[in-house]
Structure formats: structure tokens, C-alpha cells
């Protein structure tokens, strides 16, 4: 278990701009999830994937975002014309599921957003 | 709307005390529970889950949490807390309705003093 792998670890740019983020579930693991987490609160759900469907995504998640999963490995999620309220941290997990089950998720390190 | 409510948004105990950290939510069906765990500069790391059957169930590091459904609560215990139990605890749910997305409470920061 080399754990979910998030890239990079740190973003800051400036308003306006695209950003990509990447995550690498762990490698058995079909389920992988994206959150967003600002200062003070939980984790939001934003999307997740089951293999490399797009099966839910949270209002959260505006026309300027957009995630793939496109062989059912890694995924990217991408932000679009950066705005100030953007400024996140961005969080992948991965879990193992089957028809009904619903296995922990394991979290990876984030990526920190910065707008300027 | 479901949502997960953690009241004590702040927790400082002196090692050897006695924890326990309230979790309520809203969601009338089955439901999935956790609790997850963040030290200092790491990643969110899961304490313990409940999913079905005995409604208290034992995590790692001593911590054990009790689900009792009639109170919609899943409050997190440990008798004795450590110095390095010092980090930030979430309660999150897990609808059981054909979605796999945790819903989380706000988080507790626990601090132990030595």
C-alpha cells in the first residue's frame, strides 16, 4: 500500500489562470473521490469516480471545474479561470467497492491552492 | 439537507484525561460511520468505522466509538489520552443510498498538554 498520491503539493497562482491537479489512488483501489477542504471546516465532496465513470459530482462544482478519470487509474481534476474563493485545499481518496459496499477511503497529502 | 455536526470545535486536556467527542448528524436511513484522524502536517488517516452490528466499535491507538442510532450520534471515546493524540478528528457519514461520498463534520482540534 503506497498510499494516494496527490501532485504537486502546493499551487499559487494568480486569479484568472487554469490549474491541473493530479492524484494516484492506490492501485487496486476502483473508487477515487475529490474534496475540498478550506480553513475551519470538513472536507467537501465535490466528485467521484467508480473506475472511469463519473458517477456523482456536488453542486460544489462549478462549470469552471472539471475532473477525468480516464483509464480508470489516475485522475486530474482542472479549475478554470481561478477565483479568489478557489483557494482550497484540494483532497483525493481512493477506496475498494463492489456492488453496495462502501470501504473506507484512503486520503491522500492535498494539494494547497493559493489565488494571489 | 445531511449534514454532520461536531460541537467541540476546540478540546485542551492534560494527558491521562478521559476524551469523548460528540458527533450527531442528519439522515434518517442506513448509514456508514467513520472517524478520521489528522496529526500535524499528514494526511487524513481513518480511526475506526462503523458499518453494521455491534454499535461499539474498538479503533486503533485505544480510541472506540458508540453509534447509537436513536440519537443519530457516534460520539468518540478514550479513556486515557497521550501527548501525540494532539491533531484534528473528523466524524464523517456515509449515506447508505447509492452514493459512497463521506460527508464531514467541521473537525475537533485536540490539543494534550504534557
Known amino acids: 500500500d503506497t498510499g494516494v498520491s496527490q501532485d504537486p503539493r502546493h499551487k499559487i497562482t494568480k486569479r484568472g489562470q487554469n490549474v491541473t491537479f493530479r492524484c494516484d489512488p492506490i492501485?487496486?483501489?476502483?473508487?477515487l473521490y475529490w474534496y475540498r477542504q478550506t480553513l475551519g471546516q470538513g472536507p467537501e465532496f465535490l466528485t467521484y469516480?467508480?473506475?472511469?465513470?463519473?458517477?456523482?459530482k456536488s453542486r460544489l462544482l462549478s462549470d469552471r471545474f472539471s475532473a477525468e478519470r480516464p483509464k480508470g487509474s489516475f485522475s486530474t481534476l482542472e479549475i478554470q479561470r481561478t477565483e479568489q474563493g478557489d483557494s482550497a485545499m484540494y483532497l483525493c481518496?481512493?477506496?475498494?467497492?463492489?456492488?453496495?459496499?462502501?470501504?473506507?477511503?484512503?486520503f491522500g497529502d492535498g494539494t494547497r491552492l493559493s489565488i494571489l | 439537507a445531511q449534514s454532520v455536526s461536531q460541537h467541540n470545535h476546540h478540546v485542551i486536556l492534560s494527558e491521562a484525561a478521559s476524551l469523548e467527542l460528540g458527533c450527531n448528524y442528519s439522515?434518517?436511513?442506513?448509514?456508514?460511520l467513520f472517524w478520521y484522524v489528522q496529526y500535524p502536517g499528514q494526511h487524513l488517516q481513518l480511526l475506526l468505522k462503523?458499518?453494521?452490528?455491534?454499535?461499539l466499535v474498538k479503533g486503533i491507538k485505544g480510541f472506540e466509538a458508540e453509534f447509537i442510532k436513536s440519537k443519530f450520534s457516534f460520539n468518540l471515546r478514550k479513556p486515557s489520552v497521550q501527548w501525540s493524540d494532539t491533531a484534528e478528528y473528523f466524524c464523517?457519514?456515509?449515506?447508505?443510498?447509492?452514493?459512497?461520498?463521506?460527508?464531514f463534520g467541521t473537525g475537533t482540534r485536540l490539543k494534550v498538554l504534557a
Open positions: 481518496a481512493s477506496s475498494l467497492g463492489g456492488q453496495g459496499r462502501n470501504q473506507p477511503q484512503h
Open positions: 492501485s487496486e483501489h476502483n473508487r
Open positions: 469516480f467508480q473506475n472511469e465513470a463519473q458517477l456523482e
Open positions: 439522515y434518517g436511513g442506513t448509514v456508514n
Open positions: 462503523y458499518f453494521s452490528g455491534d454499535p
Open positions: 464523517a457519514v456515509s449515506p447508505y443510498s447509492g452514493t459512497y461520498k463521506y460527508i
